[in-house]
T-cell receptor
Framework: RKEVEQDPGPFNVPEGATVAFNCTYSNSASQSFFWYRQDCRKEPKLLMSVYSSGNEDGRFTAQLNRASQYISLLIRDSKLSDSATYLC??????????FGAGTRLFVKA | GAVVSQHPSWVICKSGTSVKIECRSL??????MFWYRQFPKQSLMLMATSNEGSKATYEQGVEKDKFLINHASLTLSTLTVTSAHPEDSSFYIC???????????FGQGTRLTVV
């Protein structure tokens, strides 16, 4: 089993739609969680950290479920510019940073 | 914010030659750096974890004699692809990590093409 698993997609959604991604992790000792965005042929960039109580940043909402060992990302009112690959990232206590395979999102007009 | 600088951003080399990629943390001390490889339309794959002053820890399936990692200082880690072959052509990215509850900072990546 992979340490971090994501549905690779692609998710094809129209502009204005709401879309959600999940990511599961296997190491119960994982300590911090992030969502990154990667555009084609570029390095990943931090989208948002994921806090235990859940957090929101504009149209983006991230949640953590430690009991079930998954995190989620919700994007509301999708824009064309949201088209990218979204990477779930988990850090363990040893600073090891593990990436999920990424979920590809295509937002269409 | 913290910045990680990776150089070169792209390189084309002949098969059989070696290529060195540098990763520098510009405004913080990175005790741990990570090297990733990404093939087209695939995910980032962790190659190795590099700790300052000690040998790198390689992920399963990554040849340590082919991908030489040196982390001699708190601000510099290097990855050398030795005797490169066309199948080594890929996007290589480094990242430097701070404390456990902070994000990882990435270099801009190096696109290696071996001809």
């Amino acid at each position: 089993r992979k340490e971090v698993e994501q549905d690779p997609g692609p998710f094809n959604v129209p502009e204005g739609a709401t879309v959600a991604f999940n990511c599961t992790y296997s190491n119960s000792a994982s300590q911090s969680f992030f969502w990154y965005r990667q555009d084609c042929r570029k390095e990943p960039k931090l989208l948002m950290s994921v806090y235990s109580s859940g957090n929101e940043d504009g149209r983006f909402t991230a949640q953590l479920n430690r009991a079930s060992q998954y995190i989620s990302l919700l994007i509301r009112d999708s824009k064309l510019s949201d088209s990218a690959t979204y990477l779930c990232v988990v850090k363990t206590g040893g600073f090891k940073t593990i990436f999920g395979a990424g979920t590809r999102l295509f937002v269409k007009a | 914010g913290a910045v990680v600088s990776q150089h070169p951003s792209w390189v084309i080399c002949k098969s059989g030659t070696s290529v060195k990629i540098e990763c520098r943390s510009l405004d913080f001390q990175a005790t741990t750096m990570f090297w990733y490889r990404q093939f087209p339309k695939q995910s980032l794959m962790l190659m190795a974890t590099s700790n300052e002053g000690s040998k790198a820890t390689y992920e399963q399936g990554v040849e340590k004699d082919k991908f030489l990692i040196n982390h001699a200082s708190l601000t510099l880690s290097t990855l050398t692809v030795t005797s490169a072959h066309p199948e080594d052509s890929s996007f290589y990215i480094c990242s430097a990590s701070g404390p456990v509850n902070t994000e990882a900072f990435f270099g801009q990546g190096t696109r290696l093409t071996v001809v």
